[in-house]
């Protein structure tokens, strides 16, 4: 049986992506599931995070949101019985990789997948789900009512950050980065219920004469927004001539459209603040805090929030509330090339069909 494999370069040396052997043990552990894999998500790999976790192998498997049916359960699995379909994303240490046709995985990181839901639809979702969610329940605290400003809606986290926020009745605006994603994102409707807009305002980005501060106090009728989420930021003007960074903006950009008592969820891990921007945080007794959907899976402390959150995404994409942009998917020899794009921010993820 075949997975696929990092082999991290040496210092700034790229990270190669190889197809090993790999053997499952013959006798399942007490609380295991071996699971027919159907499909897989890729996701770029967060190799400073691995090393920063003491996670350190020659091999680091990937590929890690899976979606496929059970086979066989350990003697004490509760949860699961054989020919349930199941989705869920393996743990930073797990041995082996989501591109084995079948995988041994405990069972308390997996969930039901419901029928109507497609096993590509729901791998190439669940690492964006769990993102939305995590920014804005367990950091954003949503409430029906709130103000919220989403970087780069048209990304696929972007994309579900402003459908769930609708949901619980949040007013939303957000950016676009071309204009053809100005356009997708002014037609977005619900699927269900009054057909009204899910964004308040489509603040184009990709306009040198674009300006977010005052675009978003006219929105807000001079208040600013509750909450912010970001897909990452500038620190320093001089990055505007990164084309990747170019779009994204400025930290001071968003410490500025925040209100009163604003939140500021980040994906930037590098962030850094000076003092001016801290004292207008101080001013406005607004927040910042930290976006690592990772946390989920590095620690066990709050293990039954975790399979509550992946329960509630499955359920919301099988009712249409969740309606992820579908990712065309690879087959299996096309694994590596496909991994090799992700990570090189040529493409946000992809899907593998086995």
């Known amino acids: 049986m075949k997975g696929l494999y990092c082999r991290a370069g040496v210092s700034d040396a790229e990270p190669k992506f190889v197809i090993q052997e790999t053997n499952l043990p013959e006798v399942l552990g007490s609380h295991q599931v071996r699971v027919q894999v159907k499909a897989c998500g890729l996701s770029q790999l967060d190799l400073k995070l691995l090393s920063d976790v003491g996670i350190q192998r020659d091999l680091i498997p990937v590929g890690r949101e899976v979606a496929g049916v059970v086979l066989q359960v ?49 791998a190439g979702a669940l690492r964006d789900g769990l993102s939305a969610y995590t920014a804005l329940h367990t950091h954003a605290r949503i409430a029906a009512g709130h103000t919220l400003l989403v970087m780069d809606g048209a990304s696929p986290f972007g994309l579900t950050c402003i459908q769930l926020a609708c949901y619980h009745g949040v007013k939303v605006l957000t950016t676009s980065h071309s204009p053809q994603q100005h356009t997708f994102l002014e037609q977005l409707r619900p699927s269900v219920g009054v057909q009204d807009p899910l964004v308040a305002r489509v603040i184009p980005v990709y306009k040198s004469s674009s300006d977010l501060l005052s675009e978003v106090l006219e929105e807000t009728g001079g208040l600013g927004v ?129």
């Open 226 to 354: 509750d909450l912010v989420i970001d897909s990452g930021v500038r620190l320093h003007e001089a990055e505007e001539d990164d084309k990747e960074k170019k779009l994204f903006p400025h930290k001071h950009d968003i410490i500025s459209v925040l209100g009163v008592g604003g939140h500021w969820v980040t994906s930037q891990h590098d962030l850094q603040l000076d003092p001016p921007d801290c004292r207008l945080l101080y001013l406005k007794s607004a927040s910042v805090s930290f976006l690592n959907p990772e946390v989920w899976t590095a620690s066990s402390a709050q293990q039954g929030r975790y399979l509550h959150i992946l329960k509630d995404i499955v359920e919301k994409m099988s009712a249409g509330v969740l309606r992820p942009q579908a990712e065309e998917a690879v087959p299996l020899y096309e694994a590596t090339v496909a991994m090799e794009t992700v990570q090189r921010h040529q493409k946000k993820k992809a899907v593998v069909q086995l």
């Open 74 to 122: 350990g003697p004490k699995v509760t949860f699961f019985q054989p020919e349930d379909e199941v989705a869920g994303i393996l743990p930073l240490d797990s041995p082996c990789s989501g591109l084995c046709e079948v995988i041994d995985i405990e069972e308390h990181y997996l969930v039901q997948k419901p029928e109507k839901l497609s096993s590509v639809c729901v």
